[in-house]
């Protein structure tokens, strides 16, 4: 089936925008693209140092580019749960290699920070940043140029970007993503949260809180609720880097493996030694993006892909707006429930029909474009499928089913959960921000209360603890943007301003910070830019001031003459306890470049 013509008109629109951008970019990879394996280029001392540690057989082959070489980009470490099962992955991809006939080599490492451990700490002010600093370290092992293809092991929030990134900016060779995969169900987020909002009101103390937290989060792989991560995973499928059916199956399973095995095998299969010759600028164009936005709206992804999302499309020389973020948001429905937006986690999901059946529902439909390449060939409907342990450890694959395997979990594209998309665009006098509605009751869509003034977090959870959070809200956290202190989550606020909400109180936030993937209930205006930091409206709101935030009609002002807000003076506050310590420091330059969110909030791309 052909795209629906309001999603056909949306990537048309991005088509042309974009055209001098992207013509660009593909003449740039078809030009690196045209010299072939890149091992031919090299010196004699250059690819003796490329192969020194390879075989006699492995040194032979990759002297005479008879056989690819498949560089591995990995951010394994083991202290994220859903990056330590990797230690295991080189092995069994160079195994796999062999068994293909190919070579692989670890071409370089990169960093991965877990927000779960930097949460309302100073390292969380490195977070946003680490995604271009990923690309960058991606960068510099593939800048050897003795591959042919690359496999990209990474999972979590900063880093599946970063590193698509990468694979975006090396265009003209094949990229693979590999997932690690969900871990098994603890104890359920809803009562993980419950236990949080306790301790924030003295009821239950440390000991009790940590108990609770480590059930939560026990073993190894991704979180299961749906945030960033997950969201993460969502995306690689549908935009076609993962292998059908690969994104939410657990570590250390059979099938787990024998997926890395394929997926490694044919990585090898579309370099340009092959027929099937796939590299991944040329496969991720205006409708891959596309596609990404609708799975992000289907399934009420994390808004940190708002900026997330743009800053891959402009790794491609795709330009894509908030603005067609939020009119794809009226078109899509949403077919998910999965913690925040409902009870079940990802493990729940992918037992109800997974991406095979929400791709299908979403092509019943022409809410995708099927008509895209992928690593698995071309066309979406490909993916439409159930993926299971076959014979000898083989990937399987059947079609999606026809039903939800709980209606309670994934909806059907007919009966959905609500008629439009997780995400939308608020504009207004206070700039432009984004908001998160698929977890928001529809009675809160709308928020008219006095502003409460905080400059940072540390400052609402204290007002709260004394006691001086009393009636309706809107809390208006600012001076939280890249260039004031590298944008962190201020996904601690979620447990306090949603203590306050469930005890009758009308409060929502307003912030030139980022809130979590995992953020739900309470209505969250945030990315708002420009930053207080470069004088934004935000800087000028006033303690009292009335301020509107209307999900419904996608504004958000502050209601007071348009004169009068203009010519009050910006707030300056002393930002200088953001500049030092735990690596803050060090990022210094990056803060002083960055970008507005609705660019990408990239030191990369403006």
Request: some cysteine; aromatic content about 6%; hydrophobic content about 45%.
């Amino acid at each position: 089936m052909s795209a629906d013509s309001r999603i056909a008109a949306v990537t048309a629109r991005i088509v042309e925008r974009s055209k001098p951008y992207r013509e660009r970019y593909l003449d740039r990879i078809r030009g690196a693209a045209a010299n072939g394996p890149h091992r031919t280029v090299l010196g004699c001392g250059n690819l003796a140092h490329g192969f020194a540690a390879c075989s006699p057989a492995e040194k032979e082959a990759l002297a005479g580019d008879r056989i690819a070489n498949l560089g591995i980009i990995t951010s394994y470490n083991d202290m994220l749960s859903a990056h330590q099962p990797y230690e295991t992955y080189p092995a069994l991809i160079r195994e796999a290699a062999r068994e293909a006939g190919g070579v692989a080599q670890v071409a370089g490492g990169v960093p991965a920070m877990c927000d779960g451990v930097t949460q309302g700490q100073p390292g969380m002010e490195l977070s946003l940043f680490s995604r271009d600093i990923i690309a960058m370290a991606a960068g510099i092992g593939l800048s050897h140029n003795m591959f042919d293809a690359a496999v990209y092991l990474g999972i979590c929030d900063k880093i599946v970007p970063g590193l698509a990134i990468a694979a975006l900016t090396f265009g003209h060779l094949p990229a693979v993503f590999i997932p690690a995969g969900p871990m098994t169900t603890g104890l359920p987020n809803d009562e993980k949260a419950h236990v949080r909002q306790l301790f924030a009101e003295g009821k239950v103390g440390r000991d009790e809180l940590l108990e609770a937290e480590s059930k939560s989060y026990h073993g190894p792989g991704t979180c299961t609720f749906y945030g960033t991560a997950n969201s993460n995973q969502m995306l690689m499928e549908i935009m076609g880097f993962h292998l059908p059916g690969a994104s939410f199956i657990n570590p250390g399973t059979p099938l787990r493996d024998a997926l890395t095995k394929e997926a490694a095998k044919r990585a090898l299969a579309i370099t340009a030694l092959g027929n099937e010759f796939t590299p991944a600028g040329e496969m991720i164009d205006e409708r891959s993006i596309v596609n990404g936005v609708v799975g992000l709206h289907a399934t009420g992804g994390s808004t940190n892909h708002t900026m997330h999302l743009v800053a891959m499309a402009r790794a491609a020389g795709i330009v894509l707006t908030w603005q067609d973020i939020s009119e794809l948001s009226d078109i899509v429905p949403l077919l998910a429930r999965v913690y925040p937006n409902g009870l079940a986690d990802v493990n729940h999901f992918h037992a109800a029909g997974g991406m095979g059946f929400l791709i299908s529902q979403l092509l019943k439909k022409g809410l995708l474009h099927d008509d895209v390449r992928t690593v698995f060939g071309q066309g979406l409907a490909a993916y439409a499928i159930d993926v299971k342990l076959g014979e000898n450890g083989s990937v399987k694959r059947e079609p999606a089913p026809e039903a939800s395997g709980d209606p309670k979990v994934l909806a059907t594209v007919d009966q959905p959960f609500q008629h439009t998309g997780g995400l939308k665009m608020l504009t207004g006098n206070l700039g432009k921000a984004v908001i998160k509605i698929s977890a928001v009751k529809p009675e809160r869509h709308v928020i008219e209360a006095p502003a409460k003034i905080f400059n940072d977090q540390a400052e609402l959870n204290a007002a709260f603890k004394a006691g001086k959070l009393e009636g309706d809200f809107v809390a208006v956290v600012r001076f939280q943007g890249p260039k004031a202190n590298g944008m962190p989550e201020l996904h601690k606020l979620t447990t306090v301003l949603g203590i306050l909400q469930d005890r009758g109180q009308k409060v929502a936030i307003v912030t030139d910070g980022r809130m979590s993937g995992a953020s739900g209930k309470v209505p969250a205006a945030i990315h708002v830019t420009p930053e207080a930091k470069d004088g934004g409206p935000i800087a000028r709101v006033q303690e009292g001031d009335i301020i509107r935030i209307d999900a419904v009609k996608g504004t958000i002002e502050v209601l007071v003459e348009d004169i009068a807000l203009k010519t009050r003076v910006p707030a300056h506050i002393d930002l200088s306890d953001n500049d030092f310590g735990m690596g803050r420091e060090l990022f210094a330059p990056f803060r002083q470049i960055a970008g507005p969110a609705d660019s990408g909030a990239s030191v990369l791309f403006h």
